[in-house]
């Protein structure tokens, strides 16, 4: 794996420690933009396989305008398609999650789809002029399923999930995430802030010691971020013969049996590897934890995710899974309540800018990426109102003439 340092982070950031200025959290035009150029563009993590194990198992997800469903197929295959049925646009399924029999019948009229998304009956189909049934299917959407993770792209085109992954490939395939079954029930938190707040909290480890208690407690000094030249980023922290002072965390240590599947490098470490923009996989020896940031408007944005574990019946796996799920419901719980404070601080009139530290280096590969993508965040104050847009395509095409000539 080829790192990348503090420094050359920094330098790409023009020297500044900075960070992004306060109006950027604070713009629906923005926020409109980054939804349109960052999330519409990117991979979205949806699930896992065994979240819709049968036929006809779907499970949704809404992206500001956009909506998904996925769902699997006879044959076993997994399938996206947007959420909207081609009579009046409804969705096609009132839940977020469920199972059609025998076809996805619409709540509204009663359309009907097969899985693989063709049209298949019309209720009272004489009422309609003669219409050509495939040219009415669902729409089908991007839909990559990698180690059994299901990922979905709404519009836009670039490398796959494996290829955006490809430094992860060898240590995630240690962990056989494929045969891995749904653990406990999937959370969310819903925010009513900008996205950026929570990716920003996230993308670092200097604030474990003190906003951590407890995960600091389990791994100690040993917690590091590290980002990679391809932009990925992986953090670990490892509890081999740790004396841990917490009773949650020693009760974890102690419980937690051999990993036996797992080398044994990997049998005391808890691994976060984070995708731009907002896809996070935790590897933990017990079990695994993926996560996704997204926008859902303005001033709205939701963190969402699950657990999966591979079937282990020793009563001490169990145990260390469930302390497990009380840690990291902890560490949610804090990380929720530090966004906040981020994000009030970001709309007092006495913020000013903030100052990054090497160990914040992740934060900085996460805003240089997005400068790169949206230039006009890189302004100390935010274009005109209805401007934003035409700013950044003025600053897009300055750079392309630069780096042109
Ligand atoms: S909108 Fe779906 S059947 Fe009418
Ligand atoms: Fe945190």
């Known amino acids: 794996m080829q790192f990348t340092t503090a420094a050359a982070l920094y330098e790409k950031a023009g020297g500044k420690r900075n960070g992004l200025p306060a109006w950027t959290y604070n713009n629906a035009e923005l926020t409109e933009l980054e939804t349109e150029q960052v999330f519409l563009r990117n991979w979205i993590w949806v699930g896992h396989i065994s979240d819709i194990p049968e036929a006809g198992d779907f499970q949704c997800i ?18 996206a398609f947007h959420n909207l049925c081609r009579h009046r646009g409804s969705r096609v399924v009132s839940q977020n999650k469920g199972h059609c029999d025998k076809a996805i019948v619409c709540p509204f009229h009663g359309w009907s789809y097969h899985f693989d998304g063709a049209l298949k009956n019309i209720p009272r189909a004489r009422s309609f002029p003669e219409i050509d049934k495939a040219k009415y299917g669902l729409k089908a959407l991007d839909c990559e399923v990698w180690h059994g993770l299901i990922f979905v792209r709404f519009c836009g085109e670039g490398v796959s999930i494996a290829e955006s992954f490809a430094e992860a490939e060898e240590e995630i395939s240690l962990y056989n995430l494929t045969d891995m079954k749904t653990y406990d029930e999937p959370w969310r938190f819903d925010f009513d802030l900008d996205w950026k707040s929570v990716i920003d909290i996230d993308n670092e480890g200097y604030h474990v010691p003190v906003g951590h208690p407890q995960l600091f407690d389990l791994t100690g000094s040993s917690y590091k971020d590290q980002v990679l030249e391809s932009g990925i980023a992986r953090s670990y922290g490892s509890f081999e013969n740790r004396q841990a002072k917490t ?10 049996p051999e990993s036996n599947y797992l080398p ?8 976060y590897w984070g995708l731009f923009p907002g896809i996070v996989i935790t590897l933990f020896p017990d079990m695994i934890e993926v996560y996704q940031v997204y926008p859902t408007g303005y001033h709205k944005s939701v963190m969402a995710g699950a657990c999966y574990a ?29 966004v906040k404070w981020a994000a009030e601080g970001q709309r007092s009139s006495a913020f000013d800018q903030v100052l990054l530290s090497d160990l914040e280096l992740g934060v900085c590969a996460f805003q240089n990426r997005l400068r790169e993508l949206i230039p006009v965040v890189a302004l100390d104050t935010a274009p005109e109102t209805g401007s934003l847009k035409s700013a950044n395509q003025k600053m897009i095409k300055i750079r392309n003439l630069t780096s042109a000539a």
């Open 310 to 338: 591979l079937p282990d019946a020793r009563a001490e796996m169990e145990s260390a899974r469930q302390y497990n799920r009380e840690i990291n419901m902890g560490v949610g719980e804090e990380d929720v309540q530090l």
């Open 62 to 79: 809404d992206l500001a305008n956009e909506r998904a469903i996925v769902i699997r197929g006879e044959a076993g295959e997994v399938r």
């Open 264 to 271: 044994e490098s990997h049998r005391h470490l808890w691994i």
């Open 247 to 256: 009773p949650l965390i020693q009760n974890y240590i102690s419980a937690l």
